[in-house]
């Protein structure tokens, strides 16, 4: 399957940290979309690349939320972007803190396997879009390209110090889609260009 991973928080709804009560959307009161996601996700679809979100969520095990709310603001979220033409193949949830020490919260890469083996996914053929130091991490190891967008708690200046960089930096998550359909959009038209034509009768 053709695919890409894409963070939640700061990428398709408004980081949360710094103006919620406890830095996490424990309501979907706190959940708002950011501005270009409808499209983004709509392009997406629309190119048969499936959708499929790797969160960390360790509210939930720090007691702000319950698993059933989040679940909660995830259908709600789904439904959200359905209406608007988008569609989410599948959304993985990390629900620990670090001193759980499970294999899931990124950077590491358990939630991201997981999901390639159940859809057959190609890392070479797949991207993962975060707004963090920990989804840039997660994709390297992976193997997979790794975008960083600007829309959530990461400016440029700080991915430069980072000892993993990015493979590539955009403003926002319908930038990022945009640039990857020219650029599926270019590899499709070389590969015409290099099929062989086939001769008539003479």
Not at 33 to 54: Q, S, T
Not at 119 to 139: L, M, P, R
Not at 181 to 189: F, G, I, S, V
Request: charge should be positive; aromatic fraction near 10%.
């Amino acid at each position: 399957m053709k695919a890409i991973f894409i963070d939640r928080d700061g990428v398709i709804n408004r980081d949360p940290g710094g103006w919620t009560k406890h830095d996490y959307v424990t309501d979907f009161k706190d959940f708002h979309f950011l501005p270009g996601v409808f499209e983004a996700i709509r392009l997406l679809c629309n190119h048969k690349i499936a959708v499929i979100i790797v969160s960390n969520q360790a509210g939930v095990s720090k007691g702000y939320f319950t698993k059933e709310r989040l679940d909660e603001i995830n259908e709600r979220m789904l439904k959200e972007l359905s209406r608007n033409g988008g569609r989410i193949e599948a959304a993985y949830y990390c629900h620990h803190r670090n001193e759980d020490n499970c294999d899931c919260r990124k950077p590491k890469t358990g939630m991201l396997e997981r999901a390639a083996r159940k859809y057959n996914i190609d890392f070479h053929e797949t991207y993962f879009i975060g707004d963090g130091q920990v989804d840039v991490e997660a994709g390297a190891r992976l193997g997979v390209k790794t975008v960083l967008v600007l829309s959530g708690k990461t400016s440029s200046d700080d991915a430069r110090k980072w000892r993993i960089k990015p493979d590539y930096i955009f403003r926002d998550l319908l930038e990022a889609v945009k640039w990857l359909m020219e650029k599926e959009r270019r590899r499709a038209l070389r590969a015409r260009v290099r099929q062989p034509r086939v001769k008539g009768p003479e």
